[in-house]
């Protein structure tokens, strides 16, 4: 019979006594929080129950992360482009676009599957009450957007339904909610209603600001007058914050992109614009709506554009954010603009009373 020896049996003890220890340790830190580390993942003075605002969210997923970059830029020249498009008149349903295009992500973000964008564009819509128009709007340009390979967030600003609309001061607006989003360089400025004809036109800034809608239906095709800076504009932020945005005082219809054009050229830069050919626009038919009549100031306001566009526009910008609404295709922000406060204190100024 095969016998232990007393120093064997001391070590199996001890060995046991070490095993029996341990697992208590074991078992005791697994109640107890890791000194280093909290829900955060952070140091130990980080919040335990850390908030992410929204835009910081959105700012994380969709700016270019890791994975995008191993990928290789898109071409300079999209490979998908056709060309002159053929402009649907029909609205399809919500529902039908969303299908279209199962690659946009929640509030209207949108990127190349397979390579890494070369630009990133807001595009910043002011809206009210144009549910068709909108319709045709998400279906084109998501489209367009997509075969160019650009990222982007399409953004509507809604002004409340009780205030004169306001075009200028609703771009304003969009360009300061934008950038909670994410840090865009590129910004295109877009009217609701107008559907480019050829996705040869580049939805990317230039150099200098560029004007958009250079040949429209509207206007048989071609340009109206030499300043007119309406209906689609891209400037990068650069360009944007030198010029002080829009002006806010335009309410009703009407200069506001006139105004635009004079400070662009009065602040050292040069219109830029695609040919006639490729920059082409159609125009949904409507009629004008009841919030938005002639401003009747707007010549006069044009007088003072010199003088006044350092000290008025993004730089004295006031309105009440009233919601963000992450709809499928695009995000929407809805503002209260102040306007029987904004027009109170344009009428003190001098040569503007009355507006």
């Known amino acids: 019979m095969r016998t232990t020896s007393p120093a064997s049996q001391r070590t ?65 020249t999209s490979p998908y482009l056709v060309g002159p498009l053929n402009v649907s008149k029909d ?41 068709e128009h909108l319709r045709l709007f998400l279906h084109s340009m998501h489209s367009i957007l997509a075969k160019q390979q650009l990222q982007y967030i399409i953004l509507l600003v809604e002004q409340a339904a009780n205030e004169t609309f306001n075009r200028g001061k609703l771009m304003n607006v969009g360009f300061v909610e934008a950038l909670k989003i994410s ?52 400037l990068t932020r650069e360009q944007f914050e030198r010029v002080n945005g829009f002006s806010n005082d335009y309410w009703g219809w009407g ?14 830069y040069s219109v830029v614009r695609d040919p006639k050919s ?30 006044r566009w350092e000290t008025e526009g993004l730089s004295d910008l006031n309105y009440t954010r009233i919601g963000v609404t992450q709809h499928r295709l695009y995000t929407k922000v809805t503002v209260t603009l102040h306007e029987q406060q904004s027009r109170a204190h344009l009428a003190e100024q001098e040569g503007l009373k009355g507006c």
């Not at 697992?23 to 929080?33: A, C, D, T, V």
């Not at 009549?293 to 044009?302: E, G, Q, S």
């Open 12 to 76: 199996k003890k001890i060995i046991l006594l070490l095993c029996l220890l341990f697992g208590g340790i074991i078992l005791w830190n697994s109640h107890q929080p890791w000194p280093f580390i909290n829900s955060s993942g952070a140091g130990e003075s980080a919040d335990p129950c850390p908030t992410i605002e929204p835009n910081k969210a959105a700012e994380e997923s969709h700016s270019p992360d890791s994975e995008s970059q191993i990928q290789s830029l898109c071409p300079v």
């Open 91 to 131: 609205a399809l349903s919500l529902e039908e676009i969303e299908k279209l295009y199962p690659n946009v992500e929640d509030g209207g973000f949108g990127r190349p599957q397979n390579c890494t964008a070369r630009y990133r564009v807001a595009i910043v819509v002011p809206f009210r009450d144009r549910e």
């Open 183 to 234: 840090d865009w360089p590129c910004f295109l400025l877009h009217d609701v209603d107008l559907l480019p004809e050829d996705d040869r036109n580049s939805y990317t800034c230039a150099d200098q600001p560029k004007h958009m809608a250079v040949a429209m239906n509207k206007f048989n095709y071609d340009l109206p007058y030499r300043q007119y800076f309406g209906g689609a504009s891209a």
């Open 255 to 268: 200069g506001e992109d006139d105004d635009m054009f004079a400070r662009v050229v009065t602040a050292g």
């Open 278 to 307: 490729i920059a082409r626009y159609r125009m949904i038919k409507h009629t004008r709506d009841h919030g938005n009549p002639d401003n009747r100031c707007r010549f006069k306001l044009l007088e003072h554009t010199k003088q």
